[in-house]
């Protein structure tokens, strides 16, 4: 079959085998939950406004993504009708919304069209463009001295389009004026009914960023984001740049780095938008809380903390609010599940300026994309592949509170200029960083009660088997996955695990604590670098794919695997 002269990739049984078996579903809450339902009738009704504006974004993100991504999913949207083959292709499609993308398991991308593939700058950039041309523009541009529409080029907010030979940058607000003026108008119906007046003050800053090409109306729409810790209402307008894999490799160039950097141009890859609408769930941000007052004094405890400014402690103290939420919609970058699906966010990432004007961050955690486990299928693989001792120390609760200690080390450590400096690999050691400031810090919760010991044996061992057991060795554009390899590598090799003859996991938890910090260590160093180079070789060392590693990969698959993602929503 072919959708708008393209031709569906895959039989009809390969497409029923992927949507029926080796796909799970995410299911939000409806208008029955608890948390929903002690809503006013006024927050009910700007959820309803909220959720039409979340339509809306993903329309954005899939032209931000592919630009025949429209196109082909109106097109499989008419033949789904009509057609069972074409309704499983369009279930691909909204799975990896898009129409190609990592599955997480396989090396090369799904696509779901022949002929129709991911272009490395998504469609941030002229699809021809390539990096080699992009750094030969760039250089001609600012010898013409056309240095600020460099500046907007590199920036995280453009859309680049060709302009003869050169290039030109289209601010979002621009690019997109029809499809923002339509978030805007919803965010200030939200507003107009919501009876929380921060929630109310937020949706009127966050609707004039969408209209204004003003960088400020952002920072300003950020800070009042941030502050809300109370607000019976989640949503967010998602901003993080992991899609683009363009202009990061603009930082392997150092001639051209240090010629940007002296007219202090620094290059952001583009940032993909989202949204995330929810309620706010009052007992699961109680536990969020308790670990946020430990942040403060865990910022004096990291690696080399004065040879570098952090985002918490010190004269500025602690400008982060964090809640736990009954998730209503995901779209737009939360729903490109390719191969994964965010279970929390830690946002402004660091590159935003509200951060350098005063701004706090905001975590979200999502309940119930955590909520889904196979305990059947957890208990084959603690048979075959942990000693029975261990057993009682899997707990999948345990995961979420290695995930809040995550999300809270993106706070801490080195600041944006050390992130970026190490262009492709900036994403990777940051979210390796994260990992390991939770299981380097998760000690300090213990001496100070915030969880057990008990409990901290139960996140160590959770961890290696949940996220360190691999199904398939990472492409470089999985930052989480690589990581994972990374500490799966060292933590080994330190002796802080290993597997007898049998093939069966064992734990020395003393040595647990210990290698982490060494490891925590090595990756701030790695940070302070600044360079590509060093990021290099330090992924390169700890990203091995042992013969230990492809067992335990055959033997999940032999279980079943379901790469792929449907998220429900009932609104």
Not at 2 to 21: C, H, P, T
Not at 262 to 291: A, C, Q, S, W, Y
Request: glycine residues 6%; charged residues 30%; negative net charge.
């Amino acid at each position: 079959m072919e959708i708008n002269g393209f031709k569906i990739k895959y039989s009809a049984e390969d497409l029923a085998e992927r949507v029926n078996n080796q796909m799970r579903k995410i299911v939000l809450i409806d208008k029955d939950n608890e948390q929903y339902m002690a809503l006013s009738d006024g927050d009910k009704k700007a959820v309803n406004y909220l959720v039409n504006a979340a339509r809306v974004m993903n329309d954005v993100a899939l032209e931000m993504d592919h630009p025949l991504n429209l196109a082909q999913k109106q097109a499989l949207e008419v033949a789904a009708t009509e057609s069972e083959y074409a309704a499983n292709a369009l279930k691909l499609f909204n799975s990896l919304n898009g129409v190609a993308g990592s599955n997480g398991l396989d090396k090369e991308p799904v696509e779901i069209f022949e002929g129709i593939h991911q272009y490395k700058g998504r469609n941030f950039y002229p699809t021809d463009l390539d990096i080699d041309e992009l750094k030969s523009v760039i250089n001609k541009m600012l010898d013409a001295g056309e240095t600020e529409e460099v500046r907007a080029i590199l920036s995280a907010r453009s859309m680049v389009r060709r302009d003869g030979d050169k290039l030109k940058a289209i601010d979002y607000t621009e690019y997109f004026a029809e499809e923002f003026s339509e978030i805007a108008n919803e965010l200030e119906c939200a507003a107009h009914f919501t009876t929380d007046e921060l929630f109310k003050d937020y949706l009127g800053w966050q609707a004039q960023a969408l209209l204004q090409n003003n960088v400020e109306m952002d920072i300003l729409a950020d800070k009042h984001w941030a502050q809300m810790q109370d607000t019976p209402i989640e949503f967010t307008i998602s901003r993080e740049n992991y899609d683009d894999k363009m202009t990061p490799e603009l930082f392997a160039d150092e001639k051209l780095c240090a010629r940007l950097h002296k007219l202090n141009i620094n290059p952001v890859p583009k940032d993909m938008l989202g949204i995330r609408v929810g309620v706010v769930n009052k007992k699961g941000t109680e536990l969020l809380l308790k670990f946020k007052d430990e942040m403060a004094k865990l910022a004096g405890l990291m690696p080399f903390s004065d040879k570098y400014e952090q985002n918490v402690g010190g004269k500025k103290g602690l400008k982060q609010t964090m809640v736990d939420a009954d998730i209503i919609a995901l779209t737009g970058d939360y729903a490109l599940c390719r191969g994964s699906i965010t279970t929390a966010q830690n946002l402004p990432n660091n590159d935003k300026p509200a951060l350098a004007h005063g701004g706090g961050r905001r975590n979200v955690y999502h309940r119930q994309v955590r909520a889904g486990t196979d305990k059947e299928k957890a208990q084959k693989i603690l048979d075959a592949l942990v000693i029975p001792e261990l057993h009682k120390y899997y707990d999948k609760e345990a995961d979420h509170l290695f995930v809040i200690g995550h999300e809270n080390g993106h706070s801490l450590g080195p600041n944006s200029s050390y992130q970026t400096a190490l262009g492709v690999y900036q994403h990777i050691i940051e979210e390796h960083k994260a990992d390991m400031i939770s299981a380097t810090m998760m000690p300090e919760y213990v001496k100070d009660g915030i969880i057990t010991e008990e409990q901290l044996k139960k996140i160590y061992t959770t961890w290696i088997i949940y996220r360190h057991f691999m199904i398939a060795f990472p492409n470089d554009m999985e930052a989480h996955r690589v990581a994972d390899l990374i500490e799966y590598n060292f933590l080994n090799e330190y002796g802080a695990f290993w597997f007898d003859e049998s093939k069966k996991l064992h734990i020395d938890f003393d040595k647990m604590k210990s290698g982490s910090r060494a490891l925590l260590e090595e990756t701030i160093r790695v940070q302070l670098s600044k360079s590509p180079d060093t990021a290099k070789e330090f992924v390169d060392r700890w990203t091995k794919w042992g013969e230990m590693s492809q067992y335990i990969a055959d033997f999940k698959k032999s279980l079943g695997v379901r790469p792929y993602i449907d998220i429900v929503s009932a609104f």
